[in-house]
């Protein structure tokens, strides 16, 4: 279980009094169950002649038999929610701030997203050519039914990531100035003997060398939340660092 500090920031008002008769606004204390489920994949791509992505290792190949126990308690977390009109809200926590409104069976969805797409891009004149590209995505969301004070639900995180490299397969490297690939293939590839990208040689197909690696992640956690009565400004103040729950996410810590 993640156990990290939870800061409840950026929850300022412009009055001294949080929540009002709003039923939906106000502060609430979350609870997670402790069991949840997590799902994880992973792919990889390439076309190296003398090289191959790993074969996945089932559990019917291994001699090794896995068995572990584990028992804990109800993890906490503390979010403010308010209102912005239209039907729509804002709930923040753990220095996130997500934007919610109510789906077509009446719960309410509230979602968090960041992402990070970056390209770099190198090529000489002489015909050699680098391409690294990055992206990566991660979505954090509460569907929660509300029933007076009450929410129960469920809160989900997905986390995705690609990186991907081609290069040129032959080059002049003394004109260039390249002498070996750019590529990290040894460290995603395995091969029965020597290989890589020799600027010299034909080493992949197509006239370029490229390699793509990627994986995702989704863990389904259920959850519930009761609206507290704090009122005042104060009285938030004194619960910024409550609650035992917190995730590595965006800005979050």
């Known amino acids: 279980m993640m156990r990290l500090s939870i800061a409840l920031l950026g929850l300022g008002s412009t009055t001294a009094c949080i929540g009002g008769t709003n039923p939906l ?64 809200a804002i709930m923040f926590v753990n220095d996130l701030i997500l934007t919610g409104e109510k789906n077509d069976s009446g719960n309410w969805l509230f979602i968090y997203e960041d992402f990070q797409n970056v390209d770099n ?52 490297s003394a004109e260039v100035g390249m002498s070996s690939s750019q590529i990290p293939a040894n460290s995603y590839l395995s091969s029965e003997g020597m290989f890589g990208n020799n600027p010299v040689a034909a080493d992949c197909s197509e006239g370029l060398c490229g390699l793509s690696i990627s994986g ?22 004194a619960l910024e660092d409550d609650g035992d729950f917190g995730w590595n996410l965006g800005s979050g810590d």
Not at 153 to 164: D, K
Not at 216 to 230: H, K, L, P, Y
């Open 216 to 237: 995702s992640s989704q863990m389904v956690i259920g959850v519930t939340a009761e609206r507290t009565d704090v009122k005042n400004e104060g009285d938030l103040d």
């Open 121 to 172: 891009n190198s090529s000489h004149e002489a015909g050699y050519s680098f391409k690294q590209s990055e992206e990566s995505s991660d979505v954090l969301s509460f569907s929660l039914e509300q029933k007076r004070g009450s929410f129960t639900g469920s809160m989900e995180l997905t986390s995705q990531a690609t990186m991907s490299w081609s290069e040129s397969d032959v080059w002049n």
């Open 25 to 88: 606004e106000g502060v609430w204390v979350f609870f997670v169950d402790a069991d949840y489920d997590t799902t994880s994949d992973s792919d990889c791509s390439e076309n190296y002649n003398d090289a191959d992505c790993p074969a996945s290792i089932s559990d019917e190949d291994s001699p090794w038999t896995f068995e572990s126990t584990e028992e804990q308690d109800t993890d906490t977390f503390v979010a403010q929610i308010v209102g912005i009109g239209g039907g729509q």
